[in-house]
Structures are given as structure tokens and as C-alpha cells.
């Protein structure tokens, strides 16, 4: 197999080219980030969603005592609805009315339920959704933070430098390859 002494140099030249390219539009990109990015907003986004989750909880917190309020007057309705052992409570009227005392209850408990299921299920979703970009969030706000401007400016100056010195010689190199 024949080898040309040029092509070492030259792939090695070109990688390095790529490789000075490839950094300069990687560092660019992340300028046109720090420039557009706005930690305020979404800041702002981040406490909106939390405060959205902390009224989730005092509505779940306000239908689990509603739950528990209609959980008790179920109770006293179940033992009033009873037949117990007087014969004169079985058909009276006020067993009539617990009955259906105990029916509508039952009633705005299953209501309540659903209504806490459908609030509920979404929620832990949400939470899980707000925790995911709360740490993005937190990382990015860090990195934009550490991000040193003039540092970056500096290296991609360099590394324009470094290319405009390659590219006569890789022109040179490629003319003796063709």
C-alpha cells in the first residue's frame, strides 16, 4: 500500500483545524446563551409554578377535611339509619331522614374523592415536573453565573489567531497532495 508523507501531516493539520472550528462555534454558541438568557424570567417561572403547587396542597388539605368532616356526619347518619332494636325506630321518620341523610353524603364523599383524585394525580406529576426544573434552573443560573465573558471572548480570539496562522499552511499542504 502506498503512503503519501504529506497525508499525515495534512489530517493532522485539518483534525486540528476541525478541532480549533469546532471550539469557536462551541464558545460562540454559549455567548449567544449568556447574552439571551434571561435568569429573572425564569426565575419568575420557577416561583409561579411553585406558588401554582402550594395552592394544589391547601385545596387537597381543604377536600381532606372536607373528607373527614363528611366522614364523621356519614358516621352518626350510618347509626341513626340503622335498624337498632327498637321496632318503633325501624320505620319512623327520622330513620327515613338519616337515610337519606346517609345516601347524599355518601354522595358528596365519592364526589369528593374523584375531585381529590383529579387534583391529585396531576399534582404529583407537576411536583415532579417542578423539581426537574428547579435543578435545571439551578444549574444553568449557576453556570451563567461562572460565566466569564472576557475569558471566553479571549480564548475564541485565540483560537482565530491559531486558524488564520494553519490556513496558509494547510492551503499549502493540500496543493502538494492534489
Do not use: C
Request: glycine share 2%; net charge positive.
Amino acid at each position: 500500500m502506498y503512503d503519501n508523507p504529506f497525508t499525515a501531516p495534512l489530517n493532522k493539520m485539518e483534525a486540528l483545524n476541525n478541532s480549533h472550528a469546532n471550539r469557536i462555534a462551541a464558545l460562540t454558541a454559549d455567548v449567544s446563551w449568556y447574552r439571551g438568557y434571561q435568569p429573572d424570567k425564569v426565575q419568575a417561572r420557577v416561583l409561579m409554578l411553585a406558588q401554582a403547587l402550594a395552592e394544589t396542597d391547601r385545596k387537597l388539605q381543604r377536600i381532606d377535611q372536607q373528607i373527614t368532616s363528611l366522614g364523621v356526619t356519614q358516621w352518626a347518619a350510618e347509626a341513626e339509619a340503622s335498624f337498632g332494636f327498637d321496632p318503633r325506630h325501624w320505620l319512623s321518620s327520622k330513620r327515613k331522614d338519616a337515610k337519606l341523610k346517609l345516601e347524599k353524603v355518601s354522595k358528596q364523599l365519592t364526589a369528593l374523592a374523584k375531585e381529590r383524585i383529579s387534583i391529585a394525580t396531576p399534582k404529583t406529576q407537576a411536583g415532579h415536573d417542578f423539581r426537574e426544573l428547579h435543578a435545571f434552573h439551578v444549574k444553568k443560573l449557576d453556570y451563567y453565573r461562572d460565566f466569564d465573558m472576557v475569558k471566553v471572548e479571549v480564548e475564541i480570539s485565540k483560537r482565530r489567531h491559531e486558524l488564520d496562522v494553519l490556513a496558509p499552511e494547510l492551503q499549502q499542504l493540500r496543493k502538494r497532495e492534489s
